[in-house]
């Protein structure tokens, strides 16, 4: 029990304790933990200039014995009714504080660990072929992102401007995407890195990765479609990628851990191993405030413990802020899926939303919100917050005009 007045059943209580970056009108950006509906300021609580910094790198790189000792510190201090007086003066309102990505980007990999999902676009993408290319039940498959455009929370996302051709166009036209689509997805955060040629196992996983936070892979997947052959995603991903602004330590995931489901073929022995990492979360998709999606994590074939192992099996290193993603959460029903594409099954099939209007992709002005929840103990749920974000409209293009004769739309 705290000390602390929280909501009664927040899914923010002792048993979560998130951490994320903040500032006040009059502070600069900082670590926090958040506990109900409150910031505790880390930087004035603790004694460790590394919380004074305006990103959680210098903590995530200190490792997995530091972050199981500050957990426990942190806890101590909103359990113990004598630190009360200490406490209270670093504690602030949420709705005072803005928060920023929680922490600097360093190498972003997005998976394509959901077999569902996978085989729903192979279905889309590459009609003539088998819906799972040969390699997807061997190896977690992924691509490098572009770290650099990852933002948090609440950040517009301006609809991209791209080439894009449709299979019945005989030229690429020029313009703003017209497929503009999400994918629900969960992410990985490095703490502790390797040095090069220093493959982790499956059984590492706790030691290097820190905690989870909830993403958007924004997708245009007309530009998407024209320009992935044959080296995979590019232009169509490297728009902006938003991740929630809490990071949910691995300690607070202990009630959420499961085992994935059934791997056939066995996997090779690198990627097999250690305690099960398939994770319990339920995912939630809310387009206009309406839910068109409820994506269950469990379902994930590869779990992030294998997708870390095949990531640094070749003496790849990872360093403390490496993000690397699920890629989409998409269940086995049609109400599970965590694209829009999925959904509307690349527009043939729109959705229809309460207000009676109807979606295949995202129209501008159109607001995201992907959350979760996850066991806690005793019954209990913990948040990993939330990601949002809202489409502005296409900027016009410096060097091209929309109306420049050579856009064939
Ligand atoms: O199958 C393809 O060609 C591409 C699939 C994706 O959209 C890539 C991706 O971001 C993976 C994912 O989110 O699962
Ligand atoms: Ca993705
Ligand atoms: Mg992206």
């Given at each position: 029990m705290t000390?602390?007045?929280v909501p009664e059943g927040t899914p923010f209580g002792l048993t979560n304790l998130p951490y994320g970056v903040f500032s006040t009108a009059d502070a600069a950006p900082r670590v926090g933990v958040r506990?109900?509906?409150?910031?505790?300021?880390?930087?004035?609580a603790l004694d460790d200039p590394v919380f004074a910094e305006p990103a959680l790198n210098g903590f995530l790189a200190q490792g997995r014995s530091r972050w199981d000792e500050v957990r426990a510190r942190v806890t101590e201090l909103l359990t113990?009714?004598?630190?009360?007086?200490?406490?209270?003066?670093?504690?602030?309102?949420?709705?005072?504080?803005?928060l920023h990505l929680p922490f600097a980007v360093g190498d972003y990999v997005d998976f394509y660990a959901s077999e569902?999902?996978?085989?729903?676009?192979?279905r889309m993408f590459r009609s003539d072929s088998e819906p799972?290319?040969?390699n997807w039940k061997h190896l977690p498959i992924g691509y490098h992102g572009r770290s650099g455009t990852v933002v948090v929370s609440g950040t517009p996302v301006v609809r991209p401007n791209g080439q894009r051709k449709a299979p019945t166009d005989a030229a690429p036209g020029f313009g703003p995407c017209r497929r503009l689509d999400i994918e629900a997805e969960v992410g990985f955060v490095v703490g502790a890195g390797t040095e090069p040629g220093q493959p982790l196992a499956p059984a590492d996983f706790a030691d290097h990765v820190f905690g989870v936070c909830l993403v958007n892979d924004w997708s245009a997947r007309d530009i998407q479609a024209w320009e992935y052959v044959p080296l995979g995603p590019f232009l169509?991903?490297?728009f902006a990628t938003?991740?929630?602004p809490w990071v949910v330590p691995l300690a607070a995931l202990e009630h959420a851990r499961v085992a994935p489901p059934v791997q056939a073929p066995q996997p090779l022995p690198y990627l097999t191993g250690g305690r099960p990492w398939g994770l319990d979360l339920d995912l939630e998709v809310r387009l206009n405030g309406h839910v068109v999606s409820r994506p269950p994590y469990a379902s994930m074939y590869w779990t992030p413990a294998q997708m870390l192992a095949h990531m640094t099996v070749n003496g790849a290193t990872v360093r403390p802020g490496d993000l690397f993603a699920s890629g989409t959460v998409s269940g086995p029903e049609k109400d599970q899926r965590g694209s829009?594409?999925?959904?509307?099954w690349g527009g043939q099939d729109p959705i229809t939303l309460p207000d009676g209007t109807t979606r295949s992709f995202l129209e501008d002005g159109d607001e995201v919100v992907i959350s979760a929840t996850a066991p806690g103990p005793d019954g209990t749920r913990i948040g990993l917050g939330e990601v949002a974000g809202r489409i502005l409209p296409a900027a016009d293009h410096p060097h091209f005009s929309q109306q420049d004769p050579k856009e064939q739309s």
């Open positions: 000390w602390l007045a506990i109900g509906d409150q910031v505790l300021d880390l930087a004035a113990d009714e004598r630190w009360r007086g200490t406490v209270e003066p670093a504690l602030l309102p949420l709705d005072r504080v803005r569902h999902h996978a085989s729903n676009i192979g799972l290319t040969p169509g991903k490297s938003s991740v929630s829009l594409m999925e959904l509307s």
